[in-house]
């Protein structure tokens, strides 16, 4: 039902969790209006079919609309989170699944998907527009709720998309809720190591190179990169200088060079971005003074 504007492509933005202040679900949900709500707010039926007409209001599901302006100023990400969120209001007992539970959970997609997956019940095979349903062998029936949603339980979760993505994404999503504390290292380990399915490599090759050390995607993305080119490096390695001590987020034994992933939410969490640039500048120069080489990497260089 939606208009072809509301997909804006992915490469118009940076990635959300690294650049851009992601919005609640709770936000996204205050922008939906059901088309109850807006009759016994005085729409008339007319004005909502005019205003569809006209674009400045999408219909996510049937009876289920958002504001023009507000849908074309959303991410990627935060449209296909308001498409899981209206569906649910359509479907209050869907048990949502792989990219999408990962998304209720708040872990990092770093590519956003245009359709809900959901678990599908018994042996109904019927499409739904924009929905993709699973049918695995083995359904799991523990679940959680997220705001009232049900949704695959954490380890479900990381398992689905382990086997369905690549390897890339399902590594970055696994750092996440190992770095949240969201499931242990050993346990995660053993369900990834343990799986005889589909994409059994991918998924075996996840829990070999998953770690919860990392504290974004963008590092994460670095790992991956220096474990590819099969240079031996230290991740998050403490160094003493004449002042204080710092904390890198690798560290290359060989060439005595750092890397660090430069994400700009560094310099929006930790006060105001002069004072935060000084900082980084005094952190680098200490460092270098140790004879270390310092190589900072940025989204677009690792994506």
């Not at 997220?146 to 086997?163: F, K, P, Q, Y």
């Not at 904390?247 to 994400?263: K, T």
């Not at 980084?280 to 270390?292: D, P, V």
Request: a neutral charge; aromatic letters at 10%.
């Amino acid at each position: 039902n939606l208009s072809p504007d509301f997909w804006i492509p992915v490469h118009a933005y940076s990635f959300p969790c690294t650049m851009i202040p992601m919005r609640t679900l709770q936000e996204l949900l205050q922008v939906i209006y059901t088309r109850s709500r807006l009759l016994d707010a005085g729409v008339s039926a007319y004005t909502i079919r005019r205003r569809l007409a006209e674009g400045s209001l999408f219909e996510l599901r049937r009876g289920i609309y958002v504001e023009g302006k507000i849908a074309r100023e959303l991410t990627p990400w935060e449209r296909a989170d308001l498409c899981i969120l209206a569906y649910s209001l359509r479907n209050p007992d869907a048990l949502f699944s792989h990219q999408s539970a990962a998304s209720l959970y708040r872990l990092p997609l770093i590519r956003p998907v245009s359709q809900v997956h959901v678990y599908g019940r018994g042996k109904s095979r019927g499409k739904v527009l924009g929905v993709q349903k699973h049918f695995p062998r083995e359904r799991s029936s523990a679940h959680s709720l997220v705001l009232g949603r049900r949704v695959t339980d954490i380890e479900t979760t990381l398992l689905d998309c382990a086997s369905t993505l690549p390897k890339t994404d399902a590594v970055v999503l696994a750092d996440a809720a190992l770095h949240g504390q969201m499931i242990s290292y050993e346990t995660l380990q053993e369900c990834f190591l343990a799986y005889r399915g589909r994409n059994s490599s991918i998924v075996h090759a996840v829990g070999r190179e998953m770690s919860a050390l990392s504290e974004s995607p963008g590092e994460s993305l670095v790992r991956l990169l220096l474990q590819r080119m099969g240079i031996e490096f230290e991740e998050q390695r403490w160094f003493e200088t004449a002042t204080r001590r710092y904390r890198v987020d690798f560290y290359l034994p060989q060439y005595d060079i750092v890397v660090e992933f430069d994400g700009a939410v560094k310099y929006q969490n930790f006060g105001s971005p002069d004072s935060v640039v000084m900082e980084e500048r005094i952190r680098e120069t200490e460092l270098q003074n140790l004879g270390l080489l310092v190589y900072r990497v940025r989204w677009n260089e690792v994506f």
